[in-house]
């Protein structure tokens, strides 16, 4: 049997019987029983944290702590050097490869033994799995905005963002803002009825329905008819400001190749089960929460409240940086090279700006062209010029020149003047 199950229930028979054989253990539970200290032959760790152990009504050794990543006190067992490499894997497997601040908390949470982060670590360091797969590209991308006062009115799954994954199959994804809760469901079609079917059936199965719901610009999301909730759209041909469940698309993805890498007999349908139900139940890196529990909370609990907290402070400091901008009238910016579907170039060969340099002249508000005001960054249209040529672009097309730049640009130009020049 194995030490941890796919619930994260540990097998205390087990750790019991290798506790007794374990040389070090046996004389922590002699010192326990006596209630004396532990001999200097002990390893100096499980000296330092003698207080904490005791021994429970299951004959188990157990220490009383408070464990990294949790921040709550814990009651867990002390696993023995013979089960360590085990424990530590098979949680590392549950939660099908998952990196190592994950995986950490839930071994910090089931179990102690001397070291352990350290060992723990390194342990994750050798997964043969983990070695094999190819390293993802971490892209950052633009989470979808929601406005602070709507989040303050949330409630678990009442702020949602879905798209249509595709594992290889076609599945509606769902994920709440809030909670990080996330959901997937494999679709019959990719059709308007197929696509509200599915929303549907998803939001029985929870007991919730979103308030506001995301997603793209497409075709079948904008024909689902969804009854009582309010419709969000991304910009047209951005799939990235829809960051946050691209982000889960992403970790879906990684987590599923390595689980079936594990377990050859897992099929796509069981491989995606796992990944799930290990990622709803493991520790959220933006919320330092665990999914699967923030979504059973009540809206008038303090952990509730705290967590909205957090989602507003994150989406005002987001609104603050991502809209405002350093443009002013009379600054020399660049502007960056896009293609025929208005996307930044990134390619590594090619200079993501033109050479040119623009001035800006003023920007675009309700009254006509602004060149005078107290906070220039609110205004998102800017009209620029270039030797007699005008253009009027979106401000994030522009990136604000630096003063080495402008200098070395108007020593070209003057010594291109004086070579026309030269030539008459």
């Keep these: 049997q ?35 200290l532990l001999p200097e032959k002990v390893a100096l760790d499980l000296q330092q944290v003698r207080p904490q152990l005791e021994i429970d009504d299951y004959d188990m050794i157990v220490r009383t702590y408070v464990p990294p990543y949790v921040g709550k006190e814990v009651t867990v067992p002390v696993i023995p050097d013979a089960l360590k490499h085990e424990f530590v894997h098979s949680i590392h497997g549950i939660l099908c490869h998952a990196g190592q601040r994950r995986t950490l908390e839930l071994v910090s949470s089931r179990g102690w033994f001397p070291r352990m982060l350290d060992e723990a670590s390194a342990i994750m360091q050798g997964c043969d799995i983990c070695s094999r797969r190819t390293r993802p590209l971490i892209i950052k991308h633009d989470i979808g905005l929601f406005s602070p006062s709507l989040l303050k009115e949330a409630s678990p799954f009442s702020v949602v963002c879905a798209d249509v994954v595709y594992l290889p199959e076609p599945y509606l994804s769902q994920q709440c803002y809030v909670t990080k809760f996330a959901c997937l469901l494999r679709l019959d ?173 003023g920007f675009l508000g309700a009254s006509g062209l602004v060149t005078k005001s107290s906070d220039y960054g609110v205004y998102r249209k800017v009209k620029i010029v270039s030797d007699s040529e005008t253009r009027i672009l979106h401000v994030t097309r522009l990136v604000l020149c630096a003063p080495t730049e402008i200098d070395v640009l108007d020593l070209r130009r003057a010594m291109r003047r004086i070579a026309r020049e030269e030539s008459k």
């Excluded at 941890?4 to 046996?26: F, G, K, P, S």
């Excluded at 199965?205 to 024909?223: H, I, R």
């Excluded at 909370?297 to 952990?303: G, K, N, Q, R, Y």
Aim: hydrophobic fraction near 40%; charged fraction near 30%.
């Design 2 to 36: 194995p030490i941890v199950d796919d619930d994260l229930v540990l097998n205390t028979a087990l750790v019991i019987e290798a506790q007794y054989d374990d040389e070090e253990l046996y004389i922590v539970r002699r010192s326990i029983k006596q209630d004396r």
């Design 189 to 361: 079609g990719e059709d308007a009825s197929s696509l509200q079917s599915a929303f549907e059936a998803t939001w029985k199965t929870l007991g919730k329905k979103p308030s506001y719901l995301l997603t793209d610009n497409g075709a079948a999301f904008l024909k689902c008819d969804l009854t009582g909730v309010v419709r969000l759209y991304t910009a047209p041909r951005s799939s990235q400001s829809n960051g946050q469940i691209e982000s889960l698309h992403r970790t879906v993805r990684m987590w599923m190749r390595s689980a079936m890498a594990d377990d050859e007999s897992l099929t796509v349908e069981q491989a995606i089960a796992k990944v799930m139900k290990a990622y709803n139940r493991s520790v959220h890196f933006s919320t330092g929460r665990i999914p699967a529990d923030m979504l059973k909370l009540d809206t008038s609990s303090v952990e509730w409240q705290r967590l909205v907290d957090t989602a507003v402070l994150d989406a005002e400091k987001k609104i603050d940086s991502c809209t405002r901008h350093e443009l002013y009238p009379g600054a020399v910016v660049r502007v960056r090279a896009v293609n025929k579907f208005d996307k930044v170039v990134t390619k590594t060969s090619e200079t993501p700006f033109s050479e040119r340099r623009w001035r800006v002249v």
